[in-house]
């Protein structure tokens, strides 16, 4: 009986190749291995066993798999002193069986972490050897049969702080280097990675792993590579929007000439509504892309991806995904090779010499657009009011600044009579009885940026809340920066602020209450005033800075965005959005939302 079984689960297998017309061309892995390159495949043990064409698709077409999670310590100890490693095990067996590489992930992670664990109150000995005990068990089990473990996984935040965790609070941010050495002494033969997500490109977070890495370098710490996740997205995801691949060659290259590899190590492009034809040629695109990028940087050794087949795909799960219908993967759900398959067998292709899949006009039609801000075409500029300093804005996409011009912030805007005003138009949210409305300006002179926010609104709600903290959570208005000269970043990094002005500083003389990603990085001085029927935030921050040096010119653009947070009870229920490329309220991390400030001389009438 199984062995029909099998021979009919084989021949559905070719069957569908060939509907698919995939049948002539190579698979991943052949393409793979003639790359001497690794394409890989995250995977659970309880994924086996339940349908024949999973096995037959894992092994046919990769030659690299991943422990999506048997390896993670809530699965592998789940009680204190109990070892658990059926799963594991099953993953290690076929791999063998099929002569495929093995990326075990990961020793150490805040998530998976299990209660037993979480609960204890540790001495930083008692912590170590815990945590010694665990990886010895662990990587000591399988000496020899893995050639690369994910020893640390995420352990930044956004911002490329140290996220608090058990390990960093027991032991210290040491607690990296020990679990590298005890991974070492396990297995004196297996590459040690440390993985991360949003760590892509240059921005914070992968600058501050570059640090940590090249410090354990330095310091003789054994560690071998690095892991970019490329958690991706298309369309309004909010998360995730494609990344600019000069960057992550960029980054890539840094990091190989610390003497390390880079992988691709958890690729999957999430998208919004359902996968329609569209939205699957785009996601192929991003992962031509990425794959493309990583064949042509030498030190980028294995491209992963995040699940086998779209039903199996975290994204799924309401924890971490939002939409059921997502597809983020190379094969649906019914094993059948995507767009995305087609586009990481032709970049494979292509890479090995062999007959490509696609034409170059087909690759050039799928690849992700570059951000809004760079590609919306802006019409002539004009002036309405022939006073105005500068031409009209173009709604949520362009704003033209004037310069120079004397401002002084004192709550009085009489000297903003002639420059232009733009409305925060776009409504993310807003109670129909209580409305709110906002327009600015910006202009310069030879020292400043200023910023005018003139706000309506009924009722004023500040001192609730934290102010740095939590001050979006009650009425402010947000401006934001980017002054680093590439508006295509799509994580913060050093040159782009985000400046929350909080209305509690009505009723403050001291240091001007602000927060907002990176606020703190530029000085900036605020005045607010009530209205009769709102309020009026008056902004200046220094033209020179430690981070950035802008020279207004006739022409010069900074990314910019601005946002109204409004309560009119006791939280937040007002949101207003300038940039239209944010209709998400995603700015706060995605700053290729942001839309464009075009400086304007004002003598140039
Ligand atoms: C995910 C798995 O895919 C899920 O099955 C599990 O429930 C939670 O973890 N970044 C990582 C992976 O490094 O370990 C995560 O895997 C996905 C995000």
Redesign the pocket.
């Known amino acids: 009986m199984k062995q029909t079984i099998i021979i009919f689960g084989l021949l559905l297998v070719l069957l569908m190749g060939s509907a698919a017309a995939q049948d002539t061309a190579p698979t991943l892995r052949d393409l793979a291995q003639r790359l001497d390159f690794h394409v890989g495949v ?1 995977v ?1 043990s309880w994924m086996f066993d339940e349908d024949e064409r999973f096995e037959a698709t894992l092994a046919r077409e990769f030659n690299l798999l991943v422990t ?2 048997d390896a ?1 310590w809530c699965y592998t100890q789940p009680e204190e002193g109990r070892f658990d490693f059926t799963g594991f095990d099953r993953l290690m067996d076929f791999a063998e069986a099929n002569a495929m590489t093995v990326h075990a ?2 020793l150490i ?1 805040h ?2 972490f299990p209660d037993w664990l979480a609960e204890k109150e540790l001495s930083r000995d008692e912590a170590l050897q815990i945590l010694r005990n665990h990886i010895f068990t662990v990587v000591g089990r399988y000496k020899g049969r893995i050639l690369y473990w ?1 020893v640390v ?2 352990a930044f935040d956004e911002f490329g702080n140290l996220r608090d965790t058990h390990w960093l609070r027991w032991i210290g941010a040491d607690y990296i280097d020990y679990a590298f050495q005890f991974a070492h002494e396990a297995d004196p033969d297996a590459l040690l990675f440390y ?3 949003g760590a892509e490109a240059i921005n914070l977070k992968s600058n501050a792993i570059y640090r940590l890495v090249s410090g354990m370098v330095q310091k003789g710490i054994p560690i071998h590579g690095v ?1 970019l ?1 490329t ?1 991706l997205g298309v369309g309004d995801v909010g998360v995730g929007r494609p990344i600019d691949p000069a960057k992550l060659a960029e980054n890539m290259t840094r990091l190989g000439e610390l003497g390390l590899e880079v992988q691709i ?2 690729m999957d492009v999430r998208h919004a509504g359902l996968p329609e034809a569209e939205v699957l040629q785009q996601q192929a695109g991003v992962f031509y892309q990425v794959l493309q990028t990583c064949l042509e940087t030498p030190v980028c050794t294995a491209f992963t991806v ?2 086998l087949a779209d039903h ?3 994204l799924k ?1 309401p ?2 995904g939002d939409n059921p219908d997502v597809a983020p993967l190379l094969f649906d759900a019914d094993f059948q090779p995507k767009p995305a398959y087609t586009a990481v067998q032709d970049a494979l292709a292509r890479k090995a010499g062999a007959e490509p899949l696609l034409t170059d006009d087909a690759i050039v039609a799928m690849l992700p657009p570059r951000p809004a801000i760079l590609q919306t075409e802006l019409p002539e500029p004009a002036k309405s009011d022939p006073a105005q300093l500068a031409p009209d804005p173009v709604a949520g996409v362009a704003y033209y600044a004037p310069f120079p011009v004397a401002i002084t912030l004192d709550g009085d805007t009489s000297d903003w009579a002639d420059i232009p005003r733009s409305k925060v138009e776009n409504v993310i949210t807003m109670p129909d009885d209580m409305p709110s409305e906002m327009q600015f300006a910006v202009a310069a002179d030879a020292d400043n940026l200023y910023f005018l926010a003139e706000v309506r609104d009924s009722a004023l709600v500040y001192g609730l809340y934290d102010v740095v903290a939590e001050w979006y959570m009650e009425d402010s208005v947000e401006f934001y920066i980017n002054a680093t000269g590439n508006l295509a970043p799509s994580a913060y990094e050093s040159g782009i602020v985000q400046l929350g002005i909080a209305a509690a500083n009505i009723a403050n003389s001291g240091e001007p209450l602000i927060g907002g990603g990176l606020s703190g990085d530029v000085p900036i001085q605020v005045v607010v005033t009530p209205t009769e029927d709102g309020y009026t935030v008056e902004a200046a921050v220094p033209l020179q800075s430690d981070v950035w040096t802008i020279e207004p010119a006739q022409g010069g653009v900074l990314g910019f965005q601005s946002h109204l947070n409004g309560a009119s009870v006791d939280s937040r229920d007002t949101k207003l959005i300038w940039s239209k490329a944010d209709t998400e309220d995603q700015s706060y991390r995605d700053p290729s939302l942001f839309g464009r400030l075009i400086f304007w001389e004002a003598a140039v009438g």
Do not use: R
């Open positions: 995250a659970s999506e999670n993670k992930h990961v992670w998530q998976c994910d996984n995420e993985n991360d997500f892991g996740q958690h190590t958890e995040w699940g199996y795909s975290w799960m924890d971490y």
